[in-house]
């Protein structure tokens, strides 16, 4: 009886230890930070293929964004069920188009490559490719393959972004294979030694420290306010010190000193479809001020690049639903931080 309350008793010591440990952790996440980063870039990420699944001229968006935005840096998803919907038969002329349109205005590329790439699904893996894992595998490194010889030599494009998040199971996908992503890798840079490889985590459910290990750059995703049907609302209860404390843990373990924010949440995180909900739904996870707030949360983490995610909605709301008021929000954003 006494050995079970010395154990009882020194497992309450260690829990407490835990807790406490936690308490101590998440104050210090939430520490107030004075100083903006200011001279951060804002980017964003277009996705053709979400544009035109919510009803949108998904080339007016692109050229809005471009001309009325003024976004001079985009990451542009090369979505490989749309270049090879016929196995050894490749189309890129919609990415052809929007690397020319950035072109003629001086902007820049992240091209995003591979099966797991920005948008929902998150695979976008051709229906052909499905046949087994051989198949799927060895067809993934002759696109990722065909794709960075065709525009190693393109100015535009100034970085590679290899997988989205390929760490994170989230998403209609194959298991996780790191093997696989370092022959994604490999190949990308046997063609390619000139431009840096971005590799991206989730900024709130990882360390970081198996996609660092691998980047040039380490990209992260930034979401403050998410849904989940068992609680409904949820805002994650940290401050901007929590991505600085895993940015130190990649400098120690990964040897990784270059991170941006490759996707902070600029659109609303709801139940079901997006654009499927109704107005006043969508408005409680964006609005004018979340998106604001977000954007100074970002600077203050300190990171050089800020890429945003949302601007199909934001002109989706201006053209379909009369209401402009995200769109113009982020023109003053952009108008203030290029």
Not at 35 to 45: I, P, Q, R, V
Request: one cysteine or more; glycine letters at 4%; proline letters at 5%.
């Amino acid at each position: 009886m006494n050995i079970l309350k010395k154990i009882l008793k020194v497992v309450g010591i260690i829990i407490a230890i835990i807790l406490g440990f936690v308490v101590i952790m998440f104050g210090y996440f939430n520490l107030p930070i004075e100083n903006n980063n200011d001279s951060a870039k804002l980017g964003m990420t277009f996705s053709n293929k979400y544009a035109y699944s919510i009803g949108l001229d998904w080339k007016a968006n692109y050229i809005a964004m471009l001309d009325d935005l003024h976004i001079k840096k985009i990451r542009i998803p090369v979505y490989w069920d749309l270049v090879e919907s016929k196995q050894g038969e490749y189309d890129f002329s919609d990415v052809d188009w929007q690397l020319n349109e950035a072109r003629k205005r001086n902007a820049e590329i992240i091209l995003a490559i591979g099966q797991k790439t920005p948008r929902w699904p998150e695979c976008n893996i051709p229906a052909w490719a499905m046949k087994d894992d051989q198949t799927r595998k060895e067809n993934l490194l002759k696109y990722v393959d065909v794709t960075v010889r065709r525009y190693k030599d393109d100015p535009v494009v100034k970085f590679w972004q290899i997988e989205n998040e390929p760490f994170l199971p989230f998403g209609i996908c194959p298991a996780i294979d790191p093997s696989l992503l370092d022959s994604e890798l490999a190949v990308a840079r046997s063609i390619d030694n000139t431009r840096k490889i971005i590799v991206t985590d989730s900024g709130e459910l990882s360390l970081w420290i198996q996609a660092a290990k691998r980047a040039d750059i380490f990209g992260t995703t930034m979401y403050r306010t998410i849904y989940k049907k068992e609680i409904g609302y949820f805002e994650y209860p940290i401050g901007p010190r929590f991505f600085q404390v895993k940015h130190n843990l990649i400098q120690l373990f990964a040897r990784q000193n270059n991170a941006i924010v490759i996707e902070l949440q600029a659109e609303p995180w709801i139940s079901g479809s997006t654009t499927d909900n109704t107005l006043e739904e969508q408005f409680k996870s964006m609005n004018p001020a979340q998106l604001v707030g977000n954007v100074d949360y970002a600077e203050k983490v300190g990171f050089p690049q800020i890429y945003l995610w949302g601007v199909e909605w934001w002109y989706w709301l201006k053209e379909k639903q009369n209401h402009p008021e995200l769109w113009n929000t982020a023109k003053v954003l952009y108008n203030n931080r290029q």
